[in-house]
């Protein structure tokens, strides 16, 4: 044993100033490193998620995806005189991949291509939207008069001969849907919260809160096939609204998946009031509810507003539930349309393209955009908590 | 409250008389709550009712036809088996990784010092990243870089790894409930009193020692909590699968990691989404509905109790 004192070698809080040195003891350091090691591989696979979407979107971002109809035509016979760098991102092949291939079967790509191109249908050659890159800048965000349209408009429409990417219908679905969701669920969730928090006796209190968790225990799909089978149909026969499936249904299911979340943060904020300000206002002669509102709830509001955000950020990257209950990409601001979000978007068009297409990438760009937004909502939303408790627990 | 007292006398409480406002602020605020356990009740009580009919011996036991929107060849066996693999594998990574890093983080890393911070932050984020967008990394990263990558290592002439597997949809689950376990796990170790530590290390235990026979079996518990909730969690997701592993309909049970499974929660979405006649597949989709249920729920609610129970404890004991 080697005898250290915690002077010598520093003190770890933790450990409460108590340190015992793996000098010495090749195993003991062994499998602390192994530890280490594992943890930050771990941690290291976590940023890899954020650096990896970002990378597969990167050339969306920089404009260098082309999804136009008809692409420029190098002959197989100038294959001789093209540069190679040129030729290999001609035929979209990774620059391994490029030299891997020999001469051979490079000029039946090319021919290939040449041919393919030629079987383009005539009339789709003749589109005047034939030549236009639909996964450019402008395009994914500006309304574009597309050939057959009367006015320029924002139109998604990833499949047939004219890609057309425009990418304002999904945020309108997303925001669509998970504002009704949020207005929806923040007040029950909030109402709950501060009952349960500051109204109900500890008995019920035991019982509802593990209760309002479990909502948040049925998978999505689950909640989606509910909204679908049931829920549709009460909300048409109430509120009488013409298509059965609508961007309305789905936010309120969305609703369902947020008050747990919700609820429980916001009872976290308002429990973590002291309880000396609420003794203080009982004594004074202010009834529970009385210091419920207008003690407890204004003491954590800061709370109260990082359930918001944080119930934001788990609404618009849901999936499943908008995905079941609708889907149609329609740019509109109405309720009782169909949307389809971002997220519904991604689960939906992502399985059958070829990896590197100008969709995928786009697919990978929505999914960027998708956490670059809970990223900061949770960013937010933990830095006001933080800042909340340490407020309310007297330390700066 | 904005009355301004008239007297100098200190106020009472007003024994006559109702406080109208109080109680209807109380009144709505219990009524929320009240609602939201009725959306629960409704979801849960919707689906036994509905589901429990169509359970049958059949149903739960035998692979189904190609047809699963008949409600005669409809069938859910391989889906409960492929969810329960896929499930089973990703705790296989999941559990001591997210131990090992919580261990690190709680017992070894200082707990102040910037870089805990910041990895703090980034596992809290993590648990709040949409699934979906694991979904992508999984189909980006697992199946086309890594499984790609071992086809072309190999030289597969046809995608052997380069395509979705259980093995690439339970890693993408495995990343995805990482934070859970991270959490669940520091948090049972931080309940752990120091008392426990110091006896240990004054009876002369190596730290690794003290770590191994002493911290981690009295947090067991709060370990197996966290991973029953990754679990269930991870159970009920299907954005993650959809492109990394889960198939439309599979003749065979999988066989091997690199095979593709039927999966529960994708095939409540396929018979939500793509049954051709909805009142005909409303049966077959409630007892779906029904079996994934009461796989991710009574997981779910153990955890939910065992959790609200060891949180008590910790409150009276210490």
């Given amino acids: ?84 760098e040129v030729l290999q991102r001609y035929l979209g092949l990774s620059v391994r991949e490029f030299k891997a291939l020999d001469q051979e079967t490079l000029k039946d790509l090319m021919q290939a291509r040449e041919d393919g191109s030629k079987d383009i249908p005539e009339y789709a050659r003749s589109d005047p939207d034939s030549g236009v890159n639909g996964s450019g800048w402008s395009y994914l965000l500006t309304p574009h008069q597309w050939s057959g349209y009367d006015r320029p408009q924002y139109i998604w429409q990833p499949v047939g001969n004219i890609q057309k990417f425009n990418i304002i219908p999904l945020f309108v679905g997303s925001l669509k849907t998970t504002l009704i969701g949020l207005f929806f669920a923040v007040p029950l969730a909030l109402a709950a919260a501060l009952y349960v928090s500051q109204l109900a006796p500890v008995r019920v209190k035991e019982w509802v809160k593990p209760g309002i968790e479990m909502l948040a225990g049925i998978p999505s799909v689950v909640v989606g096939a509910f909204a679908l089978l049931v829920l549709a149909t009460w909300l048409q026969s109430l509120f009488h609204y013409e298509v059965r499936l609508n961007a309305f249904v789905a936010g309120i299911a969305l609703g369902f998946a947020v ?96 990896p590197g297409s100008p969709h995928y990438r786009i697919l990978f760009m929505l999914g960027t955009i998708l956490f670059a937004v809970t990223f900061l909502t949770n960013l937010l939303g933990d830095f006001v908590i933080n800042r909340l408790k340490r407020r309310l627990e007297g330390k700066r | 409250m904005s009355s301004s007292p ?94 090992t890093t919580a261990v690190y983080l709680t017992e070894y890393a200082r707990s102040n010092s910037w870089y805990t911070r910041v990895i703090r932050a980034a596992i809290s984020n993590l648990a709040g990243v949409p699934s979906i967008v694991f979904g992508l990394f999984g189909a980006g990263f697992f199946v086309h870089l890594i499984g790609g990558g071992i086809d072309d290592m190999f030289g597969a002439t046809s995608p052997k790894w380069g395509k979705p597997a259980l093995i690439w949809a339970s890693l993408t689950l495995a990343v995805m409930t990482l934070p859970v376990v991270i959490v669940a796990t520091e948090e049972s170790l931080r309940a752990i009193t120091p008392g426990l530590r110091e006896a240990s290390l004054a009876l002369g235990a190596t730290k690794l020692q003290t770590i191994l026979r002493i911290v981690l079996p009295n947090a067991l518990p709060g370990i197996l909590t966290g991973g029953i909730l990754a679990v269930s969690r991870a159970a009920g997701e299907v954005a993650p699968i959809l492109f990394t592993g889960a198939a439309y309909f599979l003749a065979d049970l999988p066989r091997s990691l690199n095979d593709q499974f039927m999966d529960l ?42 959790r609200a129970r060891i949180r008590r404890r910790m409150r009276s004991g210490h």
């Fill in chain 2, 6 to 99: 008239r007297s100098d006398a200190p106020r009472t409480l007003s024994k006559s008389g109702m406080d109208w406002g109080s109680s209807l602020g109380t009144a709505v605020s219990l009524a929320a709550t009240v609602f939201i356990l009725l959306i629960l009740f409704v979801i849960l009580g919707n689906v036994v009712i509905n589901g429990l009919p169509q359970l049958s011996w059949r149903f739960v036991s035998t692979i189904p036809k190609k047809d699963f929107f008949d409600k005669d060849s409809a069938a859910v066996l391989p889906m409960i088996i492929g969810t329960s693999i896929r499930v089973l594998v990703m705790t296989v990574f999941v559990i001591p990784i997210g131990v």
């Fill in chain 1, 1 to 84: 044993m080697t005898e250290e004192t915690p002077e010598q070698r520093g003190v770890d809080r933790d450990w409460s100033g108590i340190r015992r040195s793996a000098n010495g003891r090749p195993l003991e350091w062994i499998a602390e490193k192994m530890i280490q090691g594992v943890s930050f591989t771990a941690i290291a696979g976590v940023f890899l998620i954020f650096l990896f979407v970002g990378k597969e979107a990167f050339p969306v971002i920089l404009s260098q995806t082309d999804s136009r109809l008809i692409q420029p035509i190098i002959p197989a016979s100038q294959m001789a005189t093209t540069p190679p």
């Fill in chain 1, 259 to 354: 008050i747990p979340l919700v609820f429980s943060i916001a009872e976290d904020a308002l429990t973590s009031v002291p309880k000396s300000y609420v003794q203080a206002a009982l004594a004074v002669g202010a009834s529970r509810w009385q210091a419920a509102r207008d003690i407890v709830l204004p003491a954590a509001i800061p709370g109260v507003f990082a359930a918001v955000v944080l119930g934001f950020g788990r609404a618009i990257g849901e999936t499943m539930i908008v995905l079941i209950v609708c889907s149609a990409p329609v740019m509109s601001w109405n309720l009782f349309d169909s949307a389809r979000s971002i997220t519904t978007t991604i689960a939906a068009e992502m399985g059958e393209l070829v």
């Fill in chain 2, 265 to 306: 929660g994708y095939h409540t979405y396929i018979l939500a989404s793509q049954a051709p006649n909805i009142e005909k597949a409303r049966p077959i989709l409630y007892g779906t509905v029904f079996v994934l249920l009461l796989l991710t729920f009574s997981l779910n609610a153990i955890a939910i109790f065992a």
